[in-house]
């Protein structure tokens, strides 16, 4: 389950009788507790509906998200809690109702993103062209409506910068949720020693970056992960990376825990995987930039530390940070059970606590009242 999935699934537990609107639903892709309530979809998903077809291609209809979101309505009420990267947090709102939006980012494809997701090479000239004047359109859009959101809330310091940038407006951070308890750490002599990374396999996450430098540093890498870039980067990978596509659930956190350090070279907006990684006592190699300098303590030598970090998002920074990783064996300086221990901090009971607290702090005095009632309710 993605981490957007999993704050919507803490929502839904929040609040059991509350209706879900979402422009798009699919059955059978979320959890039960989420399914199992009312769903309102958008117009949209009645076009998808008499086309099935184009399911697969939902993300095509970006340019009337908007429009979409303007007919999405919900009926009246006190609070709206909206969980989203892209337009639900533009939702109109009855009269007298509070809007709290939990934002994992502002759309990145549409601002400083946008090459990773459309530059050369990823795109045609035409698609590129044509993309550019709908990222005009939604910019714009996301001005006009940044206000529909009462309070923002947010999952990483980055991304609080990112609204701060983009909406003018503060938010405040609450992590997202971590399963912690589901990884066991590991004695570092049981591992079978080979160098990890996790994730989809798209632009923007810098793959690329993991299996060219592994390649060439001769070193054992599992990728796991499967994307639109597997292809390519099979094509590119020596014999000692290994592709494993996706991995069940049940078999991640022995995957974890056999690796001798996990590989994160994407800037992203926060980041689960890492500390599940770290939850799981193995260290991370991370691209100094965004969620990771949130997620991952660097190590120094005078003791502590998670991982180390990578200043450039290059082939030569990963390959440096792996051999001083190496040299330095600093995988035998950071101890499994202290690794776990960092990881435990951002655990779902963690987030679970911190998200009703900003809930009721968020809220005017009299709904305030109400929401703490309800949540001491809902936990007796």
């Known amino acids: ?52 077809g184009l399911a697969q291609k939902y993300r095509h209809f970006l340019p009337f998200y908007p429009w979409a979101v303007a007919r999405t309505v919900p009926e009246p009420c006190d609070l709206i809690v909206s969980t989203s990267h892209c337009v639900m947090r533009g939702l109109p709102k009855p009269a007298g109702a509070f809007h709290i939006s939990y ?23 035409v698609t590129r062209q044509l993309i550019k004047q709908v990222a005009v359109y939604l910019r714009s859009w996301e001005q006009k409506t940044q206000d529909r959101a009462d309070v ?10 990112r609204i701060q940038k983009i909406y003018r407006r503060d938010a405040t951070v609450v992590y997202p949720p971590v399963e912690t308890t589901r990884f066991i750490p590991k004695a570092r002599r049981e591992r079978e020693g080979y160098y990890l990374y996790m994730g989809a396999l798209v632009p923007y996450k810098r793959a690329d970056l993991a299996v060219t430098a592994f390649s060439e540093l001769g070193l054992p890498l599992v990728v796991a992960g499967t994307g639109p870039e597997e292809e390519k980067l099979k094509a590119m990978a020596k014999d000692n990376v290994v592709f494993r596509g996706r991995v069940p659930d049940e078999e991640l956190p022995d995957l974890y825990a056999n690796a001798k350090a996990f590989i994160f070279p994407g800037e992203e907006d926060f980041g689960i995987t890492p500390l599940e990684a770290q939850a799981s006592g193995t260290p991370v190699i991370a691209l100094g930039r965004g969620g990771a300098l949130e997620t991952v303590k660097p190590y120094e030598e005078s003791g502590g530390g998670t991982g180390i970090f990578f200043e450039e998002d290059t082939v030569t ?31 779902t009971s963690v987030f679970e606590r911190r ?3 900003a809930i009721v702090s968020s809220c005017p005095a009299p709904l305030a009242g109400k929401a703490l009632e309800f949540f001491n309710h809902t936990v007796e």
């Not at 879900?20 to 699919?26: A, D, I, Q, R, V």
């Not at 502002?106 to 946008?114: E, K, L, Q």
């Not at 920074?317 to 951002?346: C, H, I, Y």
């Open 317 to 347: 920074g990963l390959k440096e940070s792996v051999q001083r990783f190496e040299e330095q064996q600093l995988e035998q300086k950071m101890s499994p059970e202290a690794l776990a221990e960092w990881a435990a901090t951002f655990d």
């Open 103 to 125: 934002m994992h980012t502002p759309m990145r494809y549409i601002y400083d993103r946008f090459d990773d997701y459309f530059g050369p090479g990823r795109t045609s000239w």
């Open 152 to 161: 923002y809330l947010c999952n990483s310091e980055y991304v609080r910068k």
């Open 1 to 52: 389950m993605r981490g957007g999935e999993k704050v919507l699934e803490t929502l839904c537990g929040f609040f059991p009788q509350a209706p879900l609107h979402t422009l798009f639903h699919f059955e059978g892709t979320v959890s039960s507790l989420i399914a199992d309530r009312p769903i309102h979809t958008s117009p949209l998903q009645r076009v998808l509906d008499v086309h099935p």
């Open 355 to 357: 998200l009703q607290e």
